[in-house]
């Protein structure tokens, strides 16, 4: 059984542009949240998404946003990228909502660096 | 709002000594703790969860964890530390509350911390 997916495993942005980050939750899983990891701020919640809808949000700037595929596959983007985003980026799904109470499924992760 | 304090950014213990790693919470609902760890350059794997029922938890790998209401604690241990044991390692919280049609779902990590196991 497969994993949680994520694509790219590194990748190197200048600042301003943007960058979009793929999760592919393990077959079955419905429930897609992301989080980011920083030296400086530890691991913070960025969103959720269910059923294609975001169910839930973090304390980030409108310049990070997601969405969620009808296959459950998830996508973040953060446009005009700043030195700060420079991060892992997490992703974790959940058979359904209120199963991260029993445990989310980590991807590997994206690193992103911003030069 | 849900927190979690980790004690100890870096813990080091002899290979075979017991591992301590101290985790205290806060919640305003009756909590659902994790402890996650993390290798170098991967991502997070759940150790072990507190959800209900028996507050001694066993997990994977030898750990195991203790749920204290009344010192608000989730302490982890391991009698016995192996070299293998070294990497990073995360108590979260859980922000769902059951009791609200499962809204508001999202993990609170403490900042972790770090385990050497010293030969």
């Known amino acids: 059984k497969a994993g949680v997916t994520q694509t790219p495993r590194y990748l190197i942005k200048t600042r301003g542009q943007q960058v979009t980050l793929s999760c592919s939750p393990i077959?079955?899983?419905?429930?897609v949240s992301w989080y980011q990891q920083t030296p400086g701020q530890g691991l913070q919640f960025l969103f959720e998404y269910f059923s294609e809808t975001q169910r839930n949000k973090g304390n980030f700037p409108g310049r990070f946003s997601g969405r969620q595929f009808s296959n459950s596959r998830s996508e973040m983007n953060v446009s005009t990228l700043e030195l700060g985003d420079s991060a892992l980026y997490l992703c974790a799904s959940s058979l359904i909502r209120g199963q991260g109470v029993y445990g989310y499924t980590f991807g590997s992760g994206t690193r992103l660096t911003v030069v | 709002a849900q927190s979690v304090t980790q004690l100890g950014s870096h813990v080091s213990v002899s290979e075979g000594a017991l591992v301590l790693l101290r985790c205290n919470y806060s919640?305003?609902?009756?909590?659902?703790l994790f402890w996650y760890v993390q290798y170098p350059n991967q991502g997070l794997q759940l150790l072990l969860k507190?959800?209900?029922?028996?507050?001694l938890v066993k997990g994977i790998n030898g750990f195991e964890a203790e749920f204290k209401k009344s010192e608000t604690s989730f302490h982890l241990t391991k009698p016995s530390a192996h070299m293998s044991d070294a990497a990073e390692y995360f108590c979260?919280?859980?922000?769902?509350?059951?009791?609200?049609?499962?809204?508001?779902?999202?993990?609170?990590f403490g900042t972790g911390t770090r385990l050497t196991i010293i030969p």
């Open positions: 077959s079955g899983h419905r429930s």
């Open positions: 507190y959800t209900t029922g028996a507050t």
């Open positions: 979260a919280v859980s922000d769902l509350d059951l009791g609200s049609n499962f809204g508001n779902e999202k993990l609170t």
């Open positions: 919640s305003s609902v009756p909590p659902y």
